[in-house]
């Protein structure tokens, strides 16, 4: 397979209310982690980072231009690779372990990260049974109810355990627009990782269910509106019957 060209790695995509999506196009669809980029009035915000395969500060100016939080959604290794680039972290209490020691196995680099999940390799000399992440200890460990502050733009941190103990979604009311993370996004859910919990896997979906969402950023798949949001909930709580 052949090795993608650094400068080719990000996809950056301007969509509304100043938030920004950057991706990682050669890595297939399923495996790709979406990475937000949220512009504030005081300094900006990162929801994830990627892969960390290729350096997001070097081939992404976005991400440097001003002052910048970058928070981890939760700590699979699809969405903390970058975070060392940024010298302000964020992570909820419960995952705070794995960002400082982002092995392998807490991460799900192993067994995920095979040849297999790219279309394309990353840039030489990437190969995938040396990959391994780079430690980013959090500068703040955030739990539910605490908020990100963007001067103009504040984001509630939404506790949603369940596809991992320290997932968490941010929620702007003013806006409302919801990250969420990978508890719910429009695509194949991961409810049997080694930290999973399927009764807090139920809270979090009851309660994000009646969040007035009008658009919804979620760790994988193209983002969508709030009907869409209601039925992906409700389709999978009837799936879910306890
Ligand atoms: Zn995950
Ligand atoms: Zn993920």
Aim: glycine share 6%; net charge negative.
């Amino acid at each position: 397979m052949d090795h993608a060209r650094p400068e080719d790695w990000y996809r950056v995509q301007r969509l509304s209310d100043d938030v920004t999506l950057i991706d990682e196009p050669h890595i297939k669809p399923f495996y790709r982690c979406n990475i937000w980029h949220v512009r504030g009035r005081d300094r900006d915000m990162l929801v994830d980072s990627g892969m960390g395969v290729v350096s997001l500060r070097e081939w992404v100016p976005l991400v440097t231009e001003r002052a910048l939080t970058a928070v981890a959604s939760h700590t699979h290794f699809d969405h903390i690779g970058c975070h060392h680039e940024f010298a302000d972290r964020v992570v909820h209490r419960a995952e705070a372990d794995i960002l400082a020691n982002p092995g392998n196995a807490a991460t799900l680099a192993d067994p995920y990260v095979t040849d297999d999940i790219f279309d394309t390799l990353p840039p030489t000399p990437y190969r995938s049974v040396t990959y391994s992440l780079t430690a980013a200890p959090a500068t703040r460990l955030v739990d539910d109810g605490d908020v990100i502050d963007l001067g103009d733009r504040h984001f509630e941190v939404i506790h949603t355990p369940g596809h991992s103990p320290g997932g968490i979604a941010l929620w702007e009311a003013r806006t409302q627009t919801l990250f969420s993370g990978d508890i719910v996004y429009d695509g194949p859910l991961i409810e049997d990782t080694y930290h999973a919990d399927a009764a807090d896997y139920h809270a979090s979906m009851v309660r994000l269910f009646d969040l007035p969402v009008r658009v919804v950023h979620g760790g994988h798949f193209p983002s969508y509106d709030g009907a869409r949001h209601r039925q992906i909930i409700r389709d999978w709580l009837d799936a879910h019957e306890r």
